[in-house]
């Protein structure tokens, strides 16, 4: 029988560890598999280290749990988890149950019947979300499979099935910003979708704020898009057009006297902040990407791990 690793992301989630990590072993103990459970605390200040070696203690063949220095994102705790697995498949899964665990003996299923690599799960609907959430996720992934140089499936978080084969395939990639969801599409095979409906989170707020919401979509999207170099050329180009138009306008306008160029201040200071403008724009996103450069070419690790609790070596 295969093996099977459910990867969870954990910040701050004291309040709904106690109550997921029982749906999700009722969940395992069901299934025919040998499974485990690999916790990534993300630097959480509240209780979940404790609760977590806890949990530990209590069930060492099957919960193993890495504790990370710090802080250091969603992304990098579900790499780790991605990283120190040694399964035939992974479920990545959030701590909240948002996604609930009790899918996943579908979504196996239809992994075997179609000998997928990847099981991505699509959103039907999202309970619990605010219209702000709602709203800007599906402006976002819609902005984003339009500027992207490969299509990503809409609609679509994390919560995931994928096989050792992309696992590999994943462990192999050099960058360490990584857009997770974005990757597994790139890295092909063959993917399919299981739709499901996306639950309310069961205690606690979300660990995403608007400032987290919008690194992660400006990685995404600058990650996997040179678009926004193309659109701030575009724009120099037009601006372009446009002073020469307005060049040959005034002069024959001056020679036949049809303008009176000399009464322009208005023109004259709007063409100056509208063009700066253009251009500061241009140099802040040439600057985004150098940005990448910089952190990539630091080449720092994504995440430093403190602790690991149930890990054979
Ligand atoms: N999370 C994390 N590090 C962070 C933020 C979130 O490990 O810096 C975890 C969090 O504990 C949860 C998952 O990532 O298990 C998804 O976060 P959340 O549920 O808050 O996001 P939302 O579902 O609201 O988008
Ligand atoms: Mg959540």
């Given at each position: 029988m295969k093996t099977l690793t459910l990867i969870i992301p954990c910040y701050n989630e004291e309040l709904v560890l106690v109550e997921s990590y029982q749906r999700t072993k009722a969940v395992l103990d069901s299934l025919p598999h040998k499974t485990e459970i690999i916790y990534i605390n993300d630097g959480s200040q509240d209780n979940t280290r404790d609760l977590l070696n806890e949990i530990a203690a209590t069930n060492p063949q099957q919960v193993r749990v890495i504790h990370f220095?710090?802080?250091?994102g969603h992304q990098p705790a579900v790499t780790a988890g991605i990283n120190y697995c040694q399964s035939d498949l992974a479920v990545i899964l959030d701590a909240d149950m948002q996604d609930p665990p009790e899918l996943i003996p579908e979504i196996l299923a239809l992994q075997e019947k179609e000998e997928a690599n990847v099981v991505y799960c699509v959103r039907k609907s999202r309970e619990g979300e605010s219209r702000f959430k709602l709203f800007t996720a599906k402006l976002f992934y819609r902005t984003m499979n339009s500027m992207s140089e490969i299509d990503f499936p809409l609609d679509t978080g994390d919560f995931r099935l994928i096989d050792r084969k992309v696992m590999d395939e994943f462990n192999h990639?050099?960058?360490?910003?990584?857009?997770i969801r974005g990757l597994i599409s790139w890295v092909g095979f063959k993917q399919i979708p299981f739709y499901y409906e996306r639950k309310a989170r069961i205690a606690g707020d979300t660990k995403y704020p608007i400032s987290k919401m919008f690194r992660f979509a400006s990685y995404a999207l600058l990650y996997f898009s040179k678009k926004p170099l193309k659109l701030v050329m575009g724009l120099g180009f037009v601006a372009v057009l446009v002073g020469i138009i307005l060049a040959i306008w005034f002069t024959l306008g001056k020679i036949y006297g049809f303008s009176h160029a000399e009464t322009g201040w208005t023109s004259i200071i709007f063409t100056i902040i509208f063009f700066g403008g253009v251009q500061l724009i241009t140099v802040g996103v040439v600057g985004q990407y150098i940005g990448i450069l910089f952190d990539e070419i630091k080449a720092r690790p994504e995440y430093i791990v403190d602790e690991k609790k149930n890990f054979p070596h």
């Open positions: 220095s710090r802080n250091f990639l050099r960058e360490r910003g990584k857009y």
